[in-house]
């Protein structure tokens, strides 16, 4: 009987170097402009107590009802996957009391876990940059927020849209409630199933179902910024006219409200359609009664969260997406007697920055081989005759570089062919072949 090959689980994907690059990239250029708004990185535990997200996300939200990956561990203590990363950074921010007398400003970059059907751009397992904001309460915080995520898709090449709303103070919320479910009782029968449901639980959500049926009623509903209290709509016109002096275009989207109960006031997203359905890219908003709601002190919050695999995605339609850096040279020992002495030198070029791929003992064919799958720029061979002084050739694969000399002066060589030693080699330290030597 044959045995079935091990599969990844469903929407669970392994990435390999030529994507890894590509990821690397992104990931670089966001720590950067993270740096430029002072966010410090946290790193989170990637399992919390189901708990936590039953009681920030909201027990009747989709996300807990059926995205959840949860189940007991040995000692029947209820534990879940994280589906999002700002529930366990309040509950960080909380047992480790950083946010006493400060206004921490923190990001994360790591997997999260929705069981849902997988799809270009979203999967079971999938990758988020979160940043979140504690003790600031201003609309300019928002604005700056959300100039910081305009940055990261211009950064990262991608073309979008913003999209804002405001969902008010909670009482507001809970009034405009009751005007929604009188506008939605008459029509519940055209509703969607999962719609006639949230009527009950969370009617707010209707509005931004993606059945068309239901966007056609939801379309006529009374809008929540036309009964927003005093303090939210002073806070949302001073947001659009902050976006407006930063020169950000938006929309105001009366149907934008999220799908986590912990907002309030400012919410927006960035959308697109290169993506078909899945159209947003990057989204957040406020949610000041959180910290309080899971123990902490009354603090204001605000942040949002970007999908990676979605930037890389547009990356790719794009045309932005970065390649796999080649390495510079590669190495190739024909014999055992000449392996030493091409490890040696391979270890003092790494010394100087300059990255090498090895290969051998083999015959002087298949180390060209290797040279070529390699990608390397640069080959270089070394046999007998170079350990007794005949001269090395470096010869430029893909191109009419070639240069001859001795062992010795190598490094001359490749300057002279134009590879650029770094003034600053990320491993400064001698091999341990250099030091054996220079004892």
């Known amino acids: 009987m044959a045995v079935k090959g091990l599969q990844a689980v469903r929407g669970m994907n392994d990435i390999f170097p030529a994507e890894a690059a590509a990821w690397q990239a992104l990931e670089t250029d966001l720590r950067g402009l993270l740096q430029l708004y002072d966010y410090g990185e946290v790193r989170l535990p990637l399992l919390e107590s189901t708990e936590l997200f039953a009681r920030a996300i909201g027990d009747v939200t989709d996300i807990v009802q059926k995205e959840m990956y949860t189940f007991a561990d040995r ?16 509950r960080a921010a909380i047992q480790n009391q950083t946010m006493r007398g400060q206004t921490p400003r923190y990001y994360y970059m790591g997997p999260m876990f929705r069981h849902e059907r997988p799809q270009k751009g979203r999967y079971r397992q999938f990758h988020q940059l979160g940043v979140e904001v504690f003790g600031q309460s201003g609309a300019g915080t928002d604005a700056e927020i959300i100039a910081l995520s305009a940055r990261i898709l211009k950064q990262a090449g991608v073309q979008a849209s913003l999209q804002i709303n405001s969902l008010g103070s909670p009482e507001a919320r809970a009034a405009y409630r009751e005007r ?10 055209a509703l969607c199933t999962d719609c006639q449901t949230r009527m009950e639980h969370n009617p707010l959500r209707i509005l931004d179902c993606k059945v068309p049926g239901c966007q056609q009623i939801a379309s006529s509903a009374p809008h929540l910024v036309d009964h927003l209290d005093t303090e939210s709509a002073l806070h949302f016109a001073s947001l659009q ?9 938006y929309q105001l989207n009366h ?3 999220r799908g986590l109960d912990y ?18 890219v990057l989204a ?13 002190q009354d603090t204001p919050a605000v942040g949002f969260a970007v999908g990676l695999e979605r930037l890389l995605a547009l990356q790719e339609i794009q045309g932005n997406q970065a390649c796999a850096v080649k390495p510079v040279l590669f190495i190739g020992a024909m014999e055992e007697d000449s392996l030493a002495r091409a490890w040696q030198l391979a270890e003092s070029l790494r010394d100087l920055g300059i990255s090498v791929v090895s290969g051998g003992p083999a015959g002087f064919k298949a180390l060209l081989k290797q ?3 390699s990608r390397a720029q640069f080959q270089l061979v070394i046999g007998l005759g170079q350990l007794q002084g005949e001269p090395v050739f470096i010869k ?27 003034k600053h080699a990320p491993h400064t330290g001698q091999n341990f072949a250099t030091a054996r030597r220079s004892k």
């Open 396 to 422: 430029e694969q893909g191109g009419e570089g070639r240069w001859e000399g001795s062992l010795e002066t190598v490094i001359t060589g490749l300057q002279s062919l134009g590879v650029d030693f770094p």
């Open 241 to 249: 006219k902050l976006l407006t002096a930063l020169d950000i275009p």
């Open 284 to 296: 957040g908003g406020r949610y000041d009664g959180l910290v309080a709601q899971l123990g902490g």
């Open 75 to 90: 000692n029947g203590d209820s534990l879940t996957l994280r589906p999002e990363g700002t529930a366990g950074c309040v």
């Open 255 to 257: 149907s934008l409200v």
């Open 371 to 373: 040279a070529e799958r």
């Open 180 to 189: 929604l479910l009188e506008y939605l009782r008459p029509q519940q029968e």
């Open 263 to 280: 907002y309030n006031r400012t919410v927006f997203e960035w959308v697109t359609d290169a993506l078909g359905a899945q159209g947003t």
